[in-house]
C-alpha cells in the first residue's frame, strides 16, 4: 500500500504546476482543506500544501511555454542520474536533469518511452510527502498507456518496478510495486487509453494521482462549485471502492477515491 515508508520506486511526492497558484490553493484548500505555504524568497514561487500541519504536496506557477497545467508524480531514487540515465537507455528522455534542490534532496523530470512524464526524488532533508494513504492525501497513482506490456518493461528497466495481475469484476488489472515489496507494496496502475483520461483532444499518456476522499460524490459536487470539471462521475467499482476523475479550474487533472485498489 502507499506509505510514507518510502523505498527506491515508490512514489514519494507530488506536485501541481498550475497557470495560477493562488487560485489553485483556493481551489484545493476548498475542495481537501489544504493550506498552501510558500517554500520561501528562494524557492522561485514554489511552495507546499498542508493537511494537518503535514505536507502532501508541492505547487508552482508554471508560465506558458514551460509546460500545460497538470500533476507530477515523484518516484524515489537513491541515485537520480543513475535512474535517469535508466530512463533513456530503455527509450525515454530526460526533460529535466537531475539538480540539487538546496539540502533537501535531488530532483529530476523523465518521460517514458511514449512521452508520459514522470519525477524522480532522491531524498536527503526531505524525504518526500508527509501523509500517504488516507483521506486527503495521495492513495494511488495510476498510468493511462497505449501498450502496458511496453510500459511494464520501460518502468523495470528504469525503477525496478514489479507487475502482477490483479482480478477484478471488470477484468484484470496491471498493478505496481517496487521490486521485493510484493501485495504490500503496491501503490499503483497501468491502464489502456480507452479506461483513463488519456483522450482525443491531448492525445498523451499520462500518470494519474489519486487523492483518498471520505465521500466521492460530496468531494465531486465540491469541485464543481469551486470551477472544476468533472472527467468521470463518481462510480463504483467492486472490490476498489468509488471513484471519479477531476480537472482543476486552470487544466490539471487528478482523481479522487474512497476504498483502496487493493481489495480484491
Known amino acids: 500500500m502507499l506509505t510514507t515508508r518510502f523505498v527506491d520506486g515508490a512514489p514519494s511526492w507530488i506536485d501541481v504546476g498550475t497557470s495560477d497558484i493562488e487560485g489553485a490553493a483556493s481551489f484545493y484548500g476548498g475542495l481537501f482543506g489544504w493550506a498552501f505555504r510558500s517554500a520561501g524568497p528562494d524557492a522561485d514561487g514554489y511552495g507546499f500544501f498542508e493537511l494537518a500541519g503535514r505536507i502532501v504536496a508541492g505547487g508552482m506557477r508554471v508560465t506558458p511555454g514551460r509546460g500545460s497545467p497538470a500533476w507530477t508524480v515523484y518516484f524515489q531514487s537513491s541515485d537520480a542520474d543513475a535512474t535517469a540515465r535508466a530512463a533513456a537507455h530503455a527509450g525515454g528522455s530526460v526533460p529535466m536533469p537531475a539538480v540539487d534542490v538546496g539540502e533537501q534532496g535531488r530532483a529530476a523530470v523523465l518521460a517514458d518511452h511514449t512521452g508520459a512524464p514522470f519525477g524522480i526524488w532522491q531524498p536527503a532533508g526531505r524525504k518526500g510527502i508527509e501523509a500517504a494513504g488516507e483521506a486527503g492525501a495521495l492513495c494511488w497513482v495510476e498510468l493511462h498507456t497505449p501498450d502496458i506490456a511496453r510500459a511494464a518493461a520501460f ?86 471502492g468509488r471513484l471519479a476523475r477531476l480537472e482543476d479550474p486552470y487544466g490539471a487533472r487528478f482523481a479522487v477515491l474512497r476504498g483502496d485498489p487493493r481489495q480484491t
Open 155 to 240: 518502468y523495470r528497466s528504469a525503477l525496478g518496478w514489479e507487475t502482477s495481475a490483479v482480478h477484478f469484476p471488470g477484468g484484470p488489472y496491471t498493478s505496481l510495486n517496487p521490486a521485493g515489496t510484493g501485495e504490500e507494496g503496491m501503490f499503483g496502475g497501468m491502464v489502456p487509453p480507452d479506461d483513463g483520461p488519456v483522450e482525443a483532444e491531448t492525445g498523451r499518456p499520462s500518470w494519474l494521482p489519486y487523492i483518498g476522499v471520505e465521500d466521492t460524490d460530496a468531494v465531486v459536487a465540491r469541485a464543481v462549485e469551486l470551477g472544476g470539471t468533472v472527467r468521470m462521475p463518481a462510480t463504483s467499482v467492486a472490490g476498489v
